[in-house]
């Protein structure tokens, strides 16, 4: 198992397809923004399925395949395929915006993929446009029920909560979620690239207080995932509901991911500059001995914890030039 210097296992991978996206969240990617990486500098499915078969052989068991918005890069189906395949991975799941979910479920249901996570921040359709650049609640909605109806378990529906935004439309997230049976993920915006730091971020603390009374939500004990939420589900226990609290209570302590960018580059942190090059090892004939050796070198560049509200400006990448 890849052990860090601060002794936290790291078994979980997030894997970047491209820095691209079909969407403009306010949170996320500036309003005409057109430095995406190029695709040449993109690496190719062949080099995805090595570097996470090392990292596999190293302890890695959980792969989640991101973005940008994964769905944009052709034949995921068929990387999903291949990942799926490696001895190790025992957990290959999904996060998405579901613009384009309803044409690839099915595929990469049979592909392998267990679970979606789906970027979800408003039932309300104006505010949807508002938030995502376009009017995009329709196409969503049709491809959380695509993905339902494919098999994906459990789907979460990530909403994050912003200040005089979308914070009135919570409780409206929670019944809808309960009506479906979905894992709802209430998650706090961070301040990464410009977008990042205009985003009002809204202390869920309150709001689990709030709700917990009001959808009489219990302490739940069992682990859904590898993620950092922490779970309250309702009595009859159908639904959970998560917050992940990055800025109000942060969960360093417990880290165990690193992200993998489209280039290649291994972020060890989202609120840290911290990083490892592996596209020069890998177009540069590295065995598989040296990239494995590689891997460890990297993990031991791994920050103790982020700095998102004492230097809030720090972090000039945005969250899809990172990975999700």
Not at 164 to 190: K, P, S, T, Y
Not at 299 to 320: C, N, W
Request: proline share 5%; hydrophobic share 40%; glycine share 10%.
């Amino acid at each position: 198992m890849l052990r860090d210097r601060y002794g936290r296992s790291i078994e979980y991978l997030r894997l970047s397809v491209t820095d691209r996206c079909d969407l403009r969240c306010s949170y996320c990617i500036p309003k005409g923004f057109k430095g995406f990486e190029e695709p040449a500098s993109w690496l190719t499915f062949d080099e995805m399925e090595r570097l996470v078969g090392a990292f596999a052989r190293l302890g890695t068991r959980r792969v989640r395949l991101t973005g940008g918005e994964p769905l944009l890069r052709r034949d995921l189906a068929g990387l999903s395929a291949r990942l799926a395949a490696l001895p190790g991975i025992d957990d290959l799941s999904l996060s998405t915006n579901a613009t384009r979910l309803d044409q690839q479920a099915a595929e990469l249901r049979a592909a392998g993929i267990s679970r979606i996570n789906v970027s979800l921040d408003s039932l309300d359709r104006d505010c949807m446009q508002k938030i995502t650049g376009r009017d995009s609640l329709p196409q969503i909605l049709q491809g959380i029920m695509a993905g339902k109806a494919a098999g994906f378990a459990p789907i979460k529906i990530n909403m994050v909560a912003l200040r005089g935004v979308n914070d009135d439309q919570v409780d409206a997230m929670v019944a809808f979620c309960i009506e479906h049976q979905f894992v709802l993920r209430l998650i706090e915006a961070m301040p990464m690239g410009a977008t990042g730091r205009g985003a009002t971020w809204l202390d869920l603390a309150p709001v689990e207080r709030r709700l917990r009374d009001k959808f009489g939500l219990l302490p739940q004990i069992a682990r859904l995932g590898g993620g950092p939420a922490r779970y309250l589900v309702t009595p009859d226990g159908n639904t959970s509901i998560g917050f992940i609290t990055p800025m109000s209570q942060h969960f360093c302590g417990d880290c165990n991911r690193v992200r993998l960018a489209v280039d290649g580059t291994l972020y060890l942190c989202l609120g840290q500059e911290d990083k490892f090059e592996f596209g020069p090892l890998l177009r540069g004939g590295a065995s598989d001995a040296e990239l494995e050796a590689a891997i460890g070198l990297a993990i031991e560049l791994k920050p103790e914890k982020h700095d998102f509200l004492e230097q809030p400006g720090k972090i000039v990448r945005f969250m899809a030039h990172t990975g999700g």
